[in-house]
């Protein structure tokens, strides 16, 4: 899908359902901008407050490329920044906080993911906005939240340093190897960022029955707990010291490459037999239990498993264990992805043109929420640091051009 073009044209007649809804965001990286990014696919205008000169951090990420100003556009930037607009204000200058706290009234969520305790010492915390504006909603999302003391409040934290303290790292680490950092991509800052959107929704969602804002407070420790689950629940129902599940969740070689199969059930049990050709585990005491099945992994299902794969690709694997009922599915490469016929009819993947001279676009990820009455996009492309600020601060401040240009000229905004 490339920037501007429109999916499921026939809901366009319905809007979307955060037209409306007016977002602005103290925002950096990832773990807020995702939210905010798919609040905005959803109908949303979201306002992005940047640094003047440098803007937010994740414009410094790399990989990068450069941007038609000359500057750094980081893939994490490019990544959150769809369909948003940009003013820059600095919010350490005396002014430019009055701005930010005159602004504030016009929105309905004022967000911020810093370190917790920044936004008070800046004199733009909860209490500060909702002295000039008593209905906002007031989004934190940080590393360990705003609203208990911590021992962490003075750790600063990015996406694996959430996943390791969730126990996430330590739940299939073996022996002395070292932990597999970020297995699953920016895991601890989408999560969170998915629970910021749910509190925002709800938040509301409340405003619209009592009239009445509030502080969401979302923890990216908080929210790696809950998206590890299963590391607390199995360790207090006996599953210790590093020992799995009682199930079949592994991967394993076809000619091609790797896949990964699942089954927790005996008629999957049963069905994967007799798909690889062995009736006879049916009968084997060793696989009498579920236990059997992960003792005898490596040394009995693995070496079957294999040797029925190495023959066929991935793919073919897949479909012919999925069409006996087995959970199955290709370990993929980012080529895979690109070219999958399923990715692409689901848009999956929005094409951002470069600046560069590199003739291939960027590629970010589509929006995954799909609703029969609402259009998907047309997505913009991510702007310039401060591309907006004087329109915004004419049309919610009334700024003249004289006011702007001051305010530009002494470093307070872009």
Excluded at 51 to 77: C, I, N, Q, Y
Aim: with cysteine; glycine share 10%; hydrophobic share 45%.
């Amino acid at each position: 899908m490339k920037l501007g073009d429109i999916a499921n044209e026939d809901a366009l007649p319905y809007g979307k359902p955060l037209e409306g809804v007016r977002i602005l965001a103290v925002e950096q990286m990832q773990a807020l901008p995702f939210g905010t990014m798919l609040l905005a696919r959803l109908g949303a205008d979201v306002v992005k407050v940047e640094h003047p000169r440098d803007g937010e951090s994740g414009r410094g990420s790399v990989p990068f490329m450069t941007a038609l100003d000359g500057r750094k556009a980081g893939a994490t930037f490019m990544r959150n920044a769809l369909t948003k607009r940009s003013v820059g204000i600095d919010l350490k200058h005396p002014e430019g906080k009055a701005l930010v706290k005159a602004l504030a009234p016009h929105f309905d969520v004022f967000c911020e993911n810093f370190k917790a305790g920044t936004m008070a010492k800046l004199g733009l915390a909860y209490a500060d906005i909702a002295a000039v504006h008593p209905a906002v909603i007031y989004l934190s999302v940080s590393g360990f939240g705003n609203t208990v003391k911590s021992q962490y409040d003075a750790w600063p934290a990015y996406a694996p340093i959430a996943e390791a303290m969730s126990g996430l790292y330590e739940y299939k680490r073996t022996g002395d190897n070292p932990p597999l950092v970020g297995p699953a991509g920016a895991l601890g800052d989408i999560s969170a960022a998915m629970f910021a959107t749910i509190g925002t929704l709800a938040a509301l969602r409340h405003r619209d029955r009592t009239g009445e804002g509030q502080y969401v407070d979302i923890a990216m420790y908080d929210s790696m707990v809950a998206m590890a689950d299963l590391v607390v629940n199995f360790w207090s129902m006996g599953l210790r010291g590093n020992r799995q599940a009682p199930l079949i969740m592994d991967g394993f070689k076809a000619s091609d490459g790797w896949f990964i199969i699942q089954v927790g059930r005996e008629h999957q049990f049963e069905r994967l037999a007799q798909t690889l050709g062995k009736p006879e585990w049916l009968t084997d005491p060793r696989f009498a239990t579920r236990d059997g099945w992960r003792e005898h992994l490596e040394d009995v299902i693995r070496p079957a498993v294999e040797a029925w794969a190495g023959t066929k690709t991935r793919f073919e694997v897949c479909d012919e264990l999925a069409r006996g009922g087995i959970a199955a599915g290709p370990c993929h490469t980012p080529e895979d992805i690109v070219a999958d016929p399923h990715v692409a009819a689901r848009h999956m993947l929005v094409e951002i043109p470069r600046t560069d001279g590199v003739a291939d676009p960027a590629l970010v990820p589509g929006n995954p929420v799909k609703m029969s009455k609402v259009a998907e996009g047309p997505e913009t492309y991510p702007a310039r640091i401060g591309a907006h600020t004087a329109e915004v601060l004419h049309a919610e401040l009334g700024l003249d051009d004289i006011e702007i240009e001051r305010l530009r000229g002494e470093g307070v905004i872009n």
